[in-house]
C-alpha cells in the first residue's frame, strides 16, 4: 500500500497523462514516467509489441517490437507481459523486466499491471493519432491519397528540389458517368476501386497518385515515365465481373499536365495542374495540354468577368441593342432581336467575350432575365406612346433548362410590364445531348400555351438539328449564318443553296417560319426571298441598334 501512495507513482501518472502525439512522445514519456519509480519498483527494461492487421484506416498489416525503457542492469530472465485488445483485431505485449537482483511482490506486481494498462492507453492514443494521419492523408474508399496526401510529396519533393524531375498530372476520367447509369452504385464503386487498381499499379514507388474526389486524379510522375502513362490513362480497359456476366469497359481521360522546373511553392503545382486541365476541358481537347502562363492570364480574366459580371449588373453597365428583323416580301419590320453589349467604361464589349464564361459559370441566366426584362421595357414604351409593337426576342442560354421553374419566371417578368405574350420569342440552341430534347419540347410546349413562340437560333449549327425539328413543335427556324449562300464563284455555293433550300422547303412543309441570320447583300437577299425565306436579319439591312435608334425603324412604314 505504501508504494501506491508514494510521490514516485502519482509523479508517474501525471507524466503519462500528457498527451501523445507521435511514437517520439511516447517513448519520451515513459521514459521520463519509469525514470520516477527509480529506486521504488526497480523496472529494468519495458518492451511494446504490435501485431496488428490491415484495416479500413490501416494501411497494411503492423507487427513490431519497441524498447520504451532500457537499464544497463536489466535482468533479462522471468519477465511478465500483460496482453490488451486494440479493438481493431489486433493485440499489444506489454513486457516487463526488473532490475537484476530484484524480485517483485505480490504487491509490486499489482502495480505493475497498472502501469503496463497505463502504457497500454498512452500507445493506443499514438496509435490512433498515426491512423488518423494517414486517414486524412487518403481517399479511403479506394485506398489511395487524397489532396492531402499528394500535397505532402508535393511539399517532400519541394523541399529537397526534386520537383523539376516530375510532371504534374490532374486527369478526369471520361465516361464513368456511363458505369453509374449501368450498375448500381454499390458495383460502379467497385469498378472505380478496380479502375484505381490499374492506374495505381502504372505508378511507381517514388511518385504519387491520388483521388481529388468523383473522378478526378492528379498525380506526379518522373519525366521519363510520363508518355508511358498518358498511354495507359487515355485506354483503360477493365472486365467487371457482376455475377456471371462480364461487363467490358474502356476509360479515356481529359489530361492537364504541368513541367515543375520552376515552381516558387509547392501550392503553384495543383494550380498549374488544374488550369490545365480546366483548358483541356474547355477545349474537348483530346491531346494532353500542358500548362502555359498564358492559360493562367485567362483564367484570371475568366474570373475578372464573373466577378465583375455582378458589380456591372447593379450599376447597369449592360445595356441591350436590337437587330431589326425584316420581313423579305413586304419590307417591313417585324421585329427585333435582343443583343446585349457590355458598356466598361464607354468601350462596348461585344456577347462573344464575356457570354461564353458567364455560361460556364451560370450567370447567364440572371443576364438573360435582364435582357428579357429590358425588352419587356420597350414594348411598354411602344405600347404607351402608339408605336406598333416589334416582335423581340430574346437568347436564352440552355443553363436556363435545368430550372423547373423558368416558364412561370418569364411569364412573371413579361406580366410585369403589361405586355401581350405574342410579341416576345424566346431564341434556343440545340444541344448535343438527345436527353436535352424532352425537355425542351415541354419548354416550347408550356411557353406555346403560354402564347409565347419560341425559335431555334443558328439552326444547322447543332449535333442533330432534324431531331430538334422532330421531337418538339418549335415556331421558327433561325438559319445560321453558315447556311446563306454566299456571292462568290466558291466551289461551296452550289453545297449551301442545295443546304438552304432544303432546309427551308422542309421547314414550309412543317409550318414553321424561316428566318437567315447574317444576311450581307442584295443578292443574298434576292435568292433567300426567292427561296421563301419569311423574315432576314442582317447587316444588310441594319447592325444591331441602340433603343432610339431601333424604334426609328419601328416607325418606317417600308425599308
Ligand atoms: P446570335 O443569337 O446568333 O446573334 C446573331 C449574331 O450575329 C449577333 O452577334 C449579330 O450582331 C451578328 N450578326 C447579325 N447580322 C450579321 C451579319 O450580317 N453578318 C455578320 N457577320 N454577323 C451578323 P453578337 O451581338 O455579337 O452576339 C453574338 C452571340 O452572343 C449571339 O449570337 C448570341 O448567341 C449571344 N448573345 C447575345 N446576346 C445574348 C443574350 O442576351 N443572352 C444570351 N444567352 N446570349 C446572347
Ligand atoms: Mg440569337
Ligand atoms: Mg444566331
Known amino acids: ?34 525514470t520516477c519509480l527509480e529506486g521504488s519498483l526497480e523496472i529494468g527494461k519495458v518492451l511494446l509489441e504490435l501485431s496488428a492487421p490491415k484495416t479500413k484506416l490501416r494501411v497494411q498489416t503492423q507487427n513490431f517490437t519497441r524498447i520504451l525503457y532500457e537499464r544497463a ?48 492507453h498512452a500507445f493506443k492514443m499514438e496509435n490512433m493519432n498515426t491512423l488518423l494521419d494517414q486517414a486524412m492523408s487518403k481517399d479511403l474508399s479506394v485506398d489511395i491519397s487524397n489532396i492531402n496526401g499528394f500535397m505532402q510529396v508535393v511539399m517532400e519533393k519541394f523541399s529537397r528540389g526534386l520537383l523539376e524531375e516530375y510532371i504534374g498530372v490532374y486527369f ?4 464513368f458517368k456511363y458505369v453509374n447509369n449501368v450498375l448500381p452504385y454499390v458495383k460502379a464503386d467497385e469498378v472505380m476501386a478496380m479502375y484505381v487498381n490499374t492506374v495505381k499499379n502504372q505508378v511507381e514507388n517514388d511518385e504519387v497518385i491520388a483521388r481529388l474526389g468523383g473522378d478526378n486524379f492528379v498525380v506526379l510522375i518522373h519525366s521519363e515515365n510520363i508518355e508511358k502513362f498518358f498511354s495507359f490513362i487515355r485506354n483503360v480497359k477493365l472486365i467487371y465481373k457482376d455475377g456471371n456476366e462480364e461487363k467490358k469497359f474502356r476509360f479515356g481521360a481529359t489530361i492537364g499536365a504541368a513541367k515543375l522546373n520552376d515552381i516558387q511553392r509547392p ?25 502555359r502562363d498564358e492559360y493562367y492570364r485567362d483564367v484570371m480574366k475568366q474570373k475578372e468577368i464573373i466577378a465583375g459580371f455582378h458589380r456591372g449588373l447593379e450599376q ?17 419590320v ?35 432575365y435582364f435582357v428579357l426584362g429590358k425588352s419587356c421595357e420597350l414594348l411598354a414604351k411602344c405600347k404607351a406612346e402608339g408605336i406598333p409593337l416589334p416582335h423581340i426576342s430574346v437568347n436564352f442560354s440552355r443553363r436556363h433548362m435545368e430550372n423547373p421553374y423558368l416558364v412561370q419566371e418569364i411569364v412573371e417578368i ?35 400555351a403560354e402564347g409565347i413562340s419560341t425559335s431555334i437560333d443558328d439552326f444547322g449549327t447543332g449535333y442533330s438539328s432534324l431531331n430538334m425539328l422532330k421531337m418538339t413543335s418549335i415556331d421558327i427556324l433561325k ?57 432576314i436579319q442582317g447587316y444588310y439591312f441594319d447592325k444591331p441598334l441602340p433603343e432610339e435608334a431601333f424604334l426609328e425603324k419601328v416607325k418606317m412604314a417600308k425599308y
Open 334 to 368: 417585324y421585329g427585333g432581336e435582343a443583343l446585349v453589349r457590355w458598356n466598361v467604361n464607354n468601350q462596348l464589349v461585344y456577347p462573344m467575350e464575356f457570354i461564353p464564361i458567364l455560361e460556364r459559370d451560370g450567370s447567364i441566366c440572371k443576364l438573360d
Open 414 to 448: 413579361i406580366d410585369k410590364y403589361n405586355v401581350p405574350h405574342e410579341y416576345i420569342e424566346i431564341e434556343l440552341t440545340e444541344s448535343e445531348d438527345f436527353r436535352d430534347y424532352i425537355v425542351m419540347a415541354t419548354l416550347i410546349d408550356e411557353l406555346k
Open 316 to 332: 447597369q453597365e449592360f445595356v441591350v441593342h436590337y437587330q431589326p428583323k425584316i420581313m423579305c416580301k413586304e419590307r417591313v
Open 479 to 535: 438559319i445560321d449564318k453558315s447556311f446563306i449562300p454566299f456571292d462568290s464563284e466558291d466551289s461551296q455555293k452550289d453545297k449551301a443553296c442545295i443546304m438552304f433550300e432544303s432546309i427551308a422547303r422542309l421547314a414550309g412543309e412543317l409550318g414553321v417560319m424561316v428566318v437567315a441570320e447574317g444576311v450581307e447583300t442584295e443578292q443574298q437577299y434576292e435568292y433567300l426571298t426567292g427561296m421563301g425565306c419569311d423574315i
Open 73 to 120: 542492469d536489466v535482468n533479462v530472465a522471468n519477465p511478465i507481459t500483460h496482453t490488451f485488445q486494440t479493438g481493431d483485431g489486433g493485440q499489444v505485449v506489454i513486457t516487463l523486466y526488473s532490475v537484476a537482483g530484484h524480485i517483485w511482490s505480490e504487491e509490486e506486481l499489482d502495480i505493475l499491471k497498472i502501469i503496463s494498462n497505463t502504457i497500454f
Open 1 to 34: 500500500m505504501a508504494i501506491f501512495c508514494s510521490n514516485e507513482i502519482k509523479q508517474f501518472f501525471e507524466l503519462m497523462q500528457k498527451p501523445i502525439r507521435t511514437s517520439e512522445e511516447l517513448s519520451v514519456n515513459v521514459r521520463l514516467a519509469i
Open 267 to 291: 501550392g503553384d503545382v495543383m494550380i498549374r495542374i488544374s488550369i490545365a486541365y480546366q483548358v483541356a476541358r474547355q477545349q474537348e481537347s483530346a491531346d494532353v495540354i500542358f500548362y
Open 172 to 175: 478526369n476520367i471520361h465516361n
